[in-house]
T-cell receptor, first 114, second 108 residues
């Protein structure tokens, strides 16, 4: 168990809908990273937050947004969902902003868009 | 051209074999090179990372970076069935870029 908690584990929704994925980082970790893993694109970095502020941005679509709350949990919001958004969404956390080497991943949320 | 290209595999080897996993990258400015291991239905875990070029060893694992040819490798010695997983290479530039992963099966 990495200590990073993602909910829900599975989500099935229809095209055009909006969903929210939640990530609770390990105790003491201030940085949260979001990734998308699909069969055709592989693992892609979406966005990173550190202590509530956006730190780095990757291949995140405009239909997607994220935030990190004062209690350090983070949410990834996906809207106007398309079939191609079906993927595993991972969250990772680390103590420091540049701490990828200390980052641990959660078990992911599997999103299926039908 | 993708930032990182990885041999897709899959790779199947007998227990005890030496495994070589490889990636190439496009941007000579990349300085951090990582290898992740991902077991089925789990999140990736960082195995090793190197900064700039050279080798790094950790037990049975050796990561190698050749910046002149933009080539990164992971070697696994004395492979074990527990090494069966998908291995992803990654580089860090202004963001993380990942290879597509190589599925490895070590047969007892």
């Amino acid at each position: 168990d990495s200590g990073v908690t993602q909910t829900p584990k599975h989500l099935i929704t229809a095209t055009g809908q909006r969903v929210t994925l939640r990530c609770s980082p390990r105790s003491g970790d201030l940085s949260v990273y979001w990734y998308q893993q699909s069969l055709d694109q592989g693992l892609q970095f979406l966005i990173q937050y550190y202590n509530g502020e956006e730190r780095a941005k990757g291949n995140i679509l405009e239909r997607f947004s994220a935030q990190q709350f004062p209690d350090l949990h983070s949410e990834l919001n996906l809207s106007s969902l398309e079939l191609g958004d079906s993927a595993l969404y991972f969250c990772a956390s680390s103590p420091r902003p540049g701490g990828f080497s200390e980052a641990f991943f959660g078990q992911g949320t599997r999103l299926t868009v039908v | 051209q993708k930032e990182v290209e990885q041999d897709p595999g899959p790779l199947s080897v007998p227990e005890g074999a030496i495994v070589s996993l490889n990636c190439t990258y496009s941007n000579s400015a990349f300085q951090y090179f990582m290898w992740y291991r991902q077991y089925s239905r789990k999140g990736p875990e960082l195995l090793m990372y190197t900064y700039s070029s050279g080798n790094k060893e950790d037990g049975r694992f050796t990561a190698q970076v050749d910046k002149s040819s933009k080539y990164i490798s992971l070697f696994i010695r004395d492979s074990q069935p527990s090494d069966s997983a998908t291995y992803l290479c990654a580089v860090l530039g202004n963001q993380f870029y990942f290879g597509t992963g190589t599925s490895l099966t070590v047969i007892p």
